[in-house]
């Protein structure tokens, strides 16, 4: 049973418009979101993150906006890079247990 | 310098053996996670550990053992390895409370 969904296996974008990744979420318990950057043959790297109490926080070129009542949380990066290119993976928090979605293949084009 | 170390990065090996996993945090975490990514690319958790709870996931078979030896290290042990173990294997570590998990490369591991 996945808490955390990401439904969009796969997102293309050219260099210097705007990327949206999207998530869903069900459990309401959540109080932390993150997102994480994954590159071939390594870890997911923490990028940004949001509490539950907030519904945006942002860092330089991404933005996390967070709406609750409809359990959703998505990612702008704004202008996207090639260096951007990556798998992207959304997670929550409950407690010491964090959930996470199964990730969005993200293709910026030059 | 890195923060969270799993070795090996690789590990082919034929169904039956017993084989071990080892991780490594030196950011001073008080939680360590091991989680399993399946050829859906789902990183599921298996198991977290701090000094005060072990938190088993349900789904994990009893082969699946953690080893905590000391805060820094949460190792995984796998006895009679099944070809359904194929597998990346990832290490994590964080610090209690709203705070980011940290990831190792992850560790192949591969059974014939």
């Known amino acids: 049973d996945q808490q955390v969904k990401q439904n969009s296996p796969s997102l293309s974008v050219q260099e210097g418009r705007i990327s949206i990744l999207n998530c869903d979420y069900t459990n309401s318990m959540f109080d932390y979101f993150l997102w994480y950057k994954k590159y071939p043959a390594e870890g997911p790297t923490f990028l940004i993150s949001i509490s539950s109490i907030k519904d945006k926080n942002e860092d330089g070129r991404f933005t996390v906006f967070l709406n609750k009542s409809a359990k959703h949380l998505s990612l702008h990066i704004v202008p996207s890079q090639p260096g951007d290119s990556a798998v992207y993976f959304c997670?929550?928090?409950?407690?010491?247990?964090?959930?996470f979605g199964t990730g969005t293949s993200l293709t910026v084009i030059p | 310098d890195t923060a969270v170390s799993q070795t090996p990065k690789y590990l082919v090996t034929q169904m039956g053996n017993d084989k071990s996993i080892k991780c490594e945090q030196n950011l001073g975490h008080d939680t360590m996670y091991w989680y399993k990514q399946d050829s859906k690319k789902f990183l599921k958790i298996m198991f977290s550990y701090n000094n005060k709870e072990l938190i088993i996931n349900e789904t994990v078979p009893n082969r699946f053992s953690p080893k905590s030896p000391d805060k820094a290290h949460l190792n995984l042990h796998i006895n009679s390895l099944e070809l359904g173990d194929s597998a990346v294997y990832f290490c994590?570590?964080?610090?209690?409370?709203?705070?980011?998990?940290?990831f190792g490369d992850g560790t192949r591991l591969s059974i014939l």
């Open positions: 997670a929550a928090k409950n407690g010491n247990q964090f959930y």
């Open positions: 994590a570590s964080s610090q209690e409370g709203n705070q980011p998990q940290h």
